[in-house]
């Protein structure tokens, strides 16, 4: 079984950075596919990036191409979302999810692990 747990969520101004983390255990991490998910209240869970077991190839939502970096360690067992140029409405839950061996997806139901989610507020 597979545990993921992330962290770095937290309030931050339009414009602004935050890393989030998502530690990974219970599994050869090098062997997981990770992706990335959000949801705001009142509105679906949407995609965010993935990462290919391998390293390669990175996915990303179009609403945040080009501002969010999605990276793994695998030394640390641990994926990361770099986000920048943050907006108001990147504010959400987020959460970390892995499948083993798995391509990216921008498909939720395709994703066999599930962290609990951290916040992310970005004020305007």
């Known amino acids: 079984q597979v545990q993921l747990v992330e962290s770095g969520g937290g309030l931050v101004q339009t414009g602004g950075s935050l890393r989030l983390s998502c530690a990974a255990s219970?599994?050869?991490?090098?062997?997981?596919?990770m992706g990335w998910f959000r949801q705001a209240p009142g509105k679906e869970r949407e995609f965010v990036a993935a990462?290919?077991?391998?390293?390669?190839?990175?996915y990303y939502a179009n609403s945040v191409k080009g501002r969010f970096l999605i990276s793994r360690d695998n030394a640390k067992n641990t994926a990361y979302l770099q986000m920048n140029s943050l907006k108001p409405e990147d504010s959400a839950v987020y959460y970390c999810?892995?499948?083993?061996?798995?391509?990216?997806?921008?498909?939720?139901?395709?994703?066999?692990?599930r962290g609990q989610g951290t916040q992310v507020t970005v004020s305007s």
């Open positions: 219970g599994r050869t991490f090098s062997t997981l596919t």
């Open positions: 990462i290919d077991y391998s390293g390669s190839p990175t």
């Open positions: 999810t892995a499948r083993p061996y798995g391509t990216v997806s921008n498909s939720y139901a395709r994703y066999d692990y």
